[in-house]
């Protein structure tokens, strides 16, 4: 009730306002950010042509290589990132990346306030339900997966002797499970993989066990639920996907933990990269208002205990995000509960100031970006009306200069929505990692969402693209005669059979598991 109640304020409030609405855009908008990182569209283009054509003689001393993926008319998607044989490859079998329609004119769904409403409150019905694993930490604390599975299965659990790839879903940080996630878990298991959503502590009905809540990048437990991810399916790949704010702990992760986060390849929808900035300019009052009202009712179930370890007078008559997120976890800043003088009122601001700080300190998700070693790919679009203005929010150096990192940026999309003209009938990605199994018509029944495919194609090719240097290395090594057939094992693809779907029945199970008592065994 409460979110069309929302839903039903935000349409009034877009529809007052929709003569001026900026985020339509005009025609010279798709050039600003080229003209900002002095590439004019033409020279964008023929440095397209001399990526994809010249793949194996072009290596020159660019800053970055910056593909615009359109046809003659407009130009919809660009693609940066830094020269490399990944990105040459990229370039060249992901045809979705240059696929994508999004909605013109005064169709509601090419205004990105809207679309990005639609995509967080509408609800959908999903063919998807989940059975939970309640995964007991090093603290005592709990955390959840939620392992989707097809209505028409069988078998609830999966055998750890499967090789399908796991896929990781991190939705945003307040725990909210969107239409986005939903779409991904049914396009997922259509194409073979085993989605599995994260949950932090006290998100979507999991039990809070400790006064611990978990920090916006901290990745600790995300880290142990990875550990026991790849001991309940030690055969299949794991791959990675975040949704808006939970970009935050994906990234952290992938930076603490570099070449030993046992993730293949990594994707970002519409990821948050400068998050203290994003908390201190905070959003329009609407989404702000929104937001902090949602977090409120999740943390209002354990107002009392939470009352043991933080001022709650503090945390629930906060108005925005950064208010939340000082009450929570910058304590220092609300230690003392009597008046104080002007001095020490001066003393307290710094103290807040400082923790503040501080916390971000161990927060800011691109803190340790330097050692990630995987692929991650970022999708983002320009009039995003969440994480804001492009040149202040995204990192284009980053990934002019970093070869693991590719931003994928279209002209419109909003805010996780990217909706396409021919989503209705959307066909699906070109298989999952490596595999021509044909999508679920019944599965994919609502059409796929466009990122959606560009995720799993990109997936696909990254899976590829290993697969072929690790065939190289071991053909070169046999041809020296160092017994190159004993090198690592090859990633082999598995196509997965379709059923059609049949109605879904109301079964979740709950397991508590001390994993890392029959992990050290």
């Given at each position: 009730?409460?979110?069309?109640?929302?839903?039903?304020?935000?349409?009034?409030?877009?529809?007052?306002?929709?003569?001026?609405?900026?985020?339509?855009?005009?025609?010279?908008?798709?050039?600003?950010?080229?003209?900002?990182?002095?590439?004019?569209?033409?020279?964008?283009?023929?440095?397209?042509?001399?990526?994809?054509?010249?793949?194996?003689?072009?290596?020159?001393?660019?800053?970055?290589?910056?593909?615009?993926?359109?046809?003659?008319?407009?130009?919809?998607?660009?693609?940066?990132?830094?020269?490399?044989?990944?990105?040459?490859?990229?370039?060249?079998?992901?045809?979705?990346?240059?696929?994508?329609?999004?909605?013109?004119?005064?169709?509601?769904?090419?205004?990105?306030?809207?679309?990005?409403?639609?995509?967080?409150?509408?609800?959908?019905?999903?063919?998807?339900?989940?059975?939970?694993?309640?995964?007991?930490?090093?603290?005592?604390?709990?955390?959840?997966?939620?392992?989707?599975?097809?209505?028409?299965?069988?078998?609830?659990?999966?055998?750890?002797?499967?090789?399908?790839?796991?896929?990781?879903?991190?939705?945003?940080?307040?725990?909210?499970?969107?239409?986005?996630?939903?779409?991904?878990?049914?396009?997922?298991?259509?194409?073979?993989?085993?989605?599995?959503?994260?949950?932090?502590?006290?998100?979507?009905?999991?039990?809070?066990?400790?006064?611990?809540?978990?920090?916006?990048?901290?990745?600790?437990?995300?880290?142990?639920?990875?550990?026991?991810?790849?001991?309940?399916?030690?055969?299949?790949?794991?791959?990675?996907?975040?949704?808006?704010?939970?970009?935050?702990?994906?990234?952290?992760?992938?930076?603490?933990?570099?070449?030993?986060?046992?993730?293949?390849?990594?994707?970002?929808?519409?990821?948050?990269?400068?998050?203290?900035?994003?908390?201190?300019?905070?959003?329009?009052?609407?989404?702000?208002?929104?937001?902090?009202?949602?977090?409120?009712?999740?943390?209002?179930?354990?107002?009392?205990?939470?009352?043991?370890?933080?001022?709650?007078?503090?945390?629930?008559?906060?108005?925005?995000?950064?208010?939340?997120?000082?009450?929570?976890?910058?304590?220092?800043?609300?230690?003392?509960?009597?008046?104080?003088?002007?001095?020490?009122?001066?003393?307290?601001?710094?103290?807040?100031?400082?923790?503040?700080?501080?916390?971000?300190?161990?927060?800011?998700?691109?803190?340790?970006?330097?050692?990630?070693?995987?692929?991650?790919?970022?999708?983002?679009?320009?009039?995003?009306?969440?994480?804001?203005?492009?040149?202040?929010?995204?990192?284009?150096?980053?990934?002019?200069?970093?070869?693991?990192?590719?931003?994928?940026?279209?002209?419109?999309?909003?805010?996780?929505?990217?909706?396409?003209?021919?989503?209705?009938?959307?066909?699906?990605?070109?298989?999952?990692?490596?595999?021509?199994?044909?999508?679920?018509?019944?599965?994919?029944?609502?059409?796929?969402?466009?990122?959606?495919?560009?995720?799993?194609?990109?997936?696909?090719?990254?899976?590829?693209?290993?697969?072929?240097?690790?065939?190289?290395?071991?053909?070169?090594?046999?041809?020296?005669?160092?017994?190159?057939?004993?090198?690592?094992?090859?990633?082999?693809?598995?196509?997965?059979?379709?059923?059609?779907?049949?109605?879904?029945?109301?079964?979740?199970?709950?397991?508590i598991y001390n994993w890392q008592r029959s992990y050290t065994r």
């Amino acid at each position: 009730m409460l979110e069309w109640f929302v839903t039903l304020c935000i349409v009034i409030l877009v529809v007052l306002i929709w003569p001026g609405s900026k985020y339509f855009g005009s025609e010279r908008q798709p050039d600003a950010l080229l003209q900002g990182l002095g590439i004019s569209q033409q020279g964008a283009k023929d440095k397209i042509g001399r990526t994809v054509l010249d793949r194996e003689g072009s290596d020159h001393a660019q800053a970055a290589c910056v593909g615009a993926l359109s046809d003659e008319k407009a130009r919809t998607v660009v693609l940066i990132c830094k020269p490399s044989a990944l990105a040459n490859y990229l370039l060249k079998h992901c045809r979705t990346f240059s696929n994508y329609s999004p909605f013109v004119g005064w169709n509601w769904r090419a205004n990105a306030f809207l679309q990005s409403v639609y995509e967080v409150c509408w609800p959908y019905e999903s063919p998807v339900q989940f059975v939970r694993d309640n995964l007991q930490l090093s603290d005592d604390g709990l955390v959840a997966l939620d392992w989707a599975v097809s209505s028409y299965q069988k078998r609830r659990r999966t055998s750890s002797h499967s090789t399908s790839p796991v896929l990781l879903i991190i939705p945003n940080s307040l725990g909210k499970i969107t239409r986005n996630v939903l779409k991904l878990c049914e396009m997922a298991l259509s194409h073979g993989y085993l989605p599995v959503v994260f949950n932090r502590r006290s998100h979507n009905g999991t039990p809070l066990a400790t006064l611990k809540l978990q920090q916006f990048g901290d990745p600790a437990d995300l880290r142990e639920a990875v550990r026991y991810i790849r001991y309940r399916q030690p055969a299949g790949r794991l791959y990675a996907v975040s949704e808006s704010s939970g970009s935050g702990l994906l990234l952290s992760y992938l930076g603490e933990c570099g070449s030993s986060s046992y993730v293949t390849a990594a994707v970002c929808l519409s990821p948050m990269f400068r998050c203290q900035s994003w908390f201190e300019n905070g959003l329009c009052w609407p989404l702000q208002w929104a937001l902090v009202l949602y977090q409120k009712i999740c943390l209002s179930r354990y107002r009392t205990v939470l009352g043991e370890a933080m001022q709650t007078d503090s945390l629930f008559s906060s108005c925005s995000l950064r208010g939340m997120e000082e009450a929570l976890f910058c304590q220092t800043g609300h230690v003392s509960t009597t008046p104080a003088a002007p001095t020490g009122t001066s003393s307290s601001s710094s103290n807040i100031s400082g923790a503040w700080d501080a916390y971000w300190e161990r927060n800011e998700p691109l803190r340790d970006v330097d050692e990630v070693a995987i692929p991650v790919l970022s999708v983002c679009a320009q009039d995003d009306p969440v994480r804001g203005d492009i040149h202040s929010t995204v990192p284009l150096e980053l990934f002019e200069t970093n070869p693991h990192f590719f931003l994928l940026l279209t002209d419109h999309g909003g805010h996780c929505g990217f909706s396409t003209q021919c989503e209705g009938s959307a066909a699906g990605a070109s298989g999952a990692v490596g595999s021509v199994a044909a999508p679920n018509s019944g599965m994919e029944r609502h059409g796929t969402n466009w990122s959606h495919r560009a995720l799993l194609e990109f997936f696909r090719a990254t899976t590829d693209f290993f697969n072929a240097e690790e065939r190289a290395k071991q053909l070169a090594a046999r041809r020296r005669g160092l017994g190159g057939g004993a090198g690592g094992r090859v990633f082999r693809h598995r196509s997965i059979s379709t059923c059609k779907r049949v109605p879904v029945c109301s079964h979740n199970i709950h397991a508590i598991y001390n994993w890392q008592r029959s992990y050290t065994r």
